[in-house]
């Protein structure tokens, strides 16, 4: 069974940078599209950013330009450089696999991956 573990999270002013990691086991990971959504107070859960085994990225609008996403196949982890956060990007920020289909799905629901970490909280706040 596939097992996904986050770690980077944390307490950042805004304006600041946190850089997310997500180490891959049980799984063939350079098979899989890897993704971040993250759970923010008082909203449904957001899709945020994705890369497929080809590592083209993809980004929601809304942390396009801010966020980087890369992943590391001889490591089987896949991070997310956050730059220039803002309170909104508060929130709990889970690792999502699914083993690629040509297409990357950007979807939220946990049931539409093999794999989901447990996720590392992220505040920003002053």
């Known amino acids: 069974e596939g097992r996904l573990v986050e770690s980077g999270g944390g307490l950042v002013q805004p304006g600041g940078s946190l850089r997310l990691s997500c180490e891959a086991s049980g799984f063939e990971f350079a098979k899989y599209d890897m993704n971040w959504v993250r759970q923010t107070p008082g909203k449904g859960p957001e899709w945020v950013s994705g890369i497929d085994r080809r590592a083209e990225t993809y980004y929601s609008n809304s942390v396009k330009g801010r966020f980087t996403i890369s992943r590391d196949n001889d490591q089987n982890t896949v991070y997310l450089q956050m730059d220039s956060l803002t309170p909104e990007d508060t929130g709990v920020y889970h690792c999502?696999?699914?083993?690629?289909?040509?297409?990357?799905?950007?979807?939220?629901?946990?049931?539409?991956?093999?794999?989901w970490g447990q996720g590392t909280q992220v505040t920003v706040s002053s």
């Open positions: 999502a696999g699914r083993r690629s289909i040509g297409t990357l799905v950007a979807a939220t629901e946990q049931n539409l991956y093999h794999a």
